[in-house]
């Protein structure tokens, strides 16, 4: 019986393991950081296996360990958290940077700095992993309005930091409600 769980296990896995991991190295910000969290929840999600009731729930219950094991560790002491760049990295790259790749990253960075862990993660999964609500819902143990709004929220708080570094003016261009606003938001920054 061990074989067979071990087996399935792997198989289960092979499907989702490009896109768990890219998940990951996104959340994590980083190559290195996202493939310790990548390895730590693998073997979370090996250990407890045998835990799994439905072989079809195998995708949402993978993203959920790797959500609480990414929740785990932003809450380790100040003294694991990684330093930023100096500004004088970062003007230099931007120098070398032809494609604007690297401004947006910082602008994102900028963004997600605002969100806690959970807002971070439901972010990833919805804008860039391409997580549709219903699925999301499921993974939260959340009803769907419930998604919408924290999305929202968390969506809100971006847009409000990034546009603190832009004349009043210039602010309209930041007040895009995404296809899960629900009936009646506000989307104004005032």
Not at 12 to 32: G, Q, S, T, V, W
Not at 70 to 83: G, I
Request: charge should be positive; aromatic fraction near 12%; hydrophobic fraction near 40%.
């Amino acid at each position: 019986m061990k074989t067979m769980s071990r087996n399935l296990f792997w198989t289960l896995l092979e499907a989702e393991h490009p896109k768990a991991e890219a998940f990951c190295r996104k959340l994590a910000k980083n190559r290195d950081d996202g493939n310790d969290l990548y390895q730590d929840a693998l073997l979370t999600a090996w250990r407890k296996f045998k835990t799994l009731r439905n072989v079809e729930s195998f995708r949402p219950w993978l993203y959920k360990i790797i959500v609480n094991t990414y929740n785990s560790q932003c809450r380790k002491p100040w003294w694991n958290s990684f330093v930023n760049l100096s500004r004088e990295v970062l003007e230099n790259r931007q120098v070398r940077d032809t494609s604007g790749q690297i401004t947006a990253r910082i602008w994102l960075e900028k963004a997600f700095k605002v969100l806690s862990a959970e807002e971070r993660a439901l972010v990833i999964l919805f804008e860039l992993e391409g997580w549709n609500i219903t699925e999301l819902a499921g993974l939260y143990g959340k009803p769907e309005g419930t998604i919408k709004s924290r999305l929202s929220r968390a969506r809100r708080k971006m847009r409000e930091e990034i546009a603190r570094f832009f004349p009043r003016g210039e602010i309209n261009s930041l007040k895009v409600e995404a296809e899960y606003a629900l009936p009646g938001n506000k989307t104004s920054l005032e």
